[in-house]
């Protein structure tokens, strides 16, 4: 089922709060990853990242239908999860950068964020791994009677994971309070996903009898109305649900990715960025509703600019684990 958003209602004080909250988020969501890119060409950040940016509107728009306390799990492109369910960019540079004060003090990098506070249970480089996590985490919420629901983050890639399957049939057998939420970025590191993805992927859900719904992943308040309404069935046990968000990943597979024109056209990643970029839309949104003019959209850009600065200036100036703590915290 294809779903779009009312915009035919007049805003009231509390949607106005929501979008500009939104739209900050976004925003904090771009400016972080950008400086991850500048860590990485500096030579200052070991080892790769996977960049989020274009695809900000996914994170935003499903963790601010979520509670504090409802999990998350999340993927090797896990930064804008982070952010989006309320971590600390300092401590997330921190891990970046390898330092003590890292959310894994600084052993874990980039693909193993976890944040228990916010109900993160952690990126995931194995693609697909999270589903079963996520699922498990549901089962407890429903079994202790918590009131938690569960989100499986997860790329086109993983649709090919057999565990996601059978986590989908155990979640509906059980009516489980959890949503699979696929980032359909249309690309598997630097194959289309035609290539790799037999059939109608909207089918797949109801094959176990898991509601299945799909959304313009660049357009943030669609996005939050349709979790909204999946939120709401899976905490009153009305069971699983998955979500299909099409999106699109403006930089390469990771930092290092940039030359792509041998699977993927210039042209087509232009289209994206001018045409369908989650964060000017949503500014335009903004504007055209009269809620933010220029004026104080370049006072929010400036004052999440200034977090980022000094989230990231904590993280360089910040120390690594002492050496003889290299073996502590690390389960292999
Ligand atoms: C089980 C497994 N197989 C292969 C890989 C190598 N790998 C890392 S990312 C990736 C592609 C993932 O594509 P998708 O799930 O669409 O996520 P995206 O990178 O587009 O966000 C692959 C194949 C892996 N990490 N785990
Ligand atoms: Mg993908």
Redesign the pocket.
């Known amino acids: 089922m294809s779903t779009t958003v009312d915009r035919t209602q007049t805003p009231g004080k509390a949607d106005i709060e929501l979008w500009l909250r939104m739209y900050k988020q976004m925003l904090r969501i771009r400016l972080f990853e950008e400086q991850v890119n500048q860590l990485y060409t500096r030579a200052l950040m070991p080892g790769l990242a996977?960049l989020y940016i274009g695809e900000e509107a996914v994170a935003v728009g499903v963790c601010e239908a979520l509670r504090r306390d409802d999990y998350i799990t999340s993927?090797?492109?896990g930064h804008g999860h982070c952010v989006a369910k309320g971590a600390s960019l300092d401590l997330m540079f921190a891990e970046l950068l390898g330092k003590e004060a890292g959310y894994c003090k600084g052993k874990g990098g980039s693909m193993h964020i976890a944040d228990p506070a916010t109900g993160n249970l952690g990126a995931n480089?194995?693609?697909?791994g999270s589903a079963g996590i996520a699922t498990g985490a549901a089962f407890s919420a429903k079994r202790l009677g918590t009131g938690q629901v569960a989100v499986c983050f997860?790329?086109?890639?993983?649709l090919g994971?057999g565990l996601l399957y059978e986590v989908m049939n155990i979640a509906s057998l059980w009516k489980l309070p959890v949503i699979y939420v696929c980032?359909n970025?249309m690309?598997?590191?630097y194959t289309h996903?035609s290539e790799t993805t037999a059939g109608d992927i909207l089918q797949r859900g109801p094959a176990f009898g898991v509601e299945s719904h799909k959304v313009d992943g660049q357009d943030v308040r669609a996005v939050y109305a349709i979790m909204q309404k999946l939120v709401e069935r899976a905490r009153k046990g009305e069971g699983p649900s998955i979500l299909f968000c099409d999106t699109y990943?403006f930089h390469g597979?990771h930092v290092g990715d940039i030359a792509r024109e041998y699977y993927r056209s210039k042209q087509e990643e232009q289209v994206w960025k001018t045409d369908r970029d989650p964060v000017t839309l949503m500014s335009k949104n903004l504007s055209t509703l009269g809620i933010a003019d220029s004026a104080a959209l370049e006072k929010i850009q400036a004052e999440i600019q200034a977090e980022v600065d000094t989230a990231v200036k904590f993280a360089i100036d910040a120390p690594y684990p002492a050496p003889d703590k290299v073996d502590q915290d690390v389960y292999a």
């Open positions: 996977h993927t090797h492109r480089a194995i693609v697909g997860f790329g086109d890639g993983a994971q980032e970025n690309y598997n590191e996903y990943r597979h």
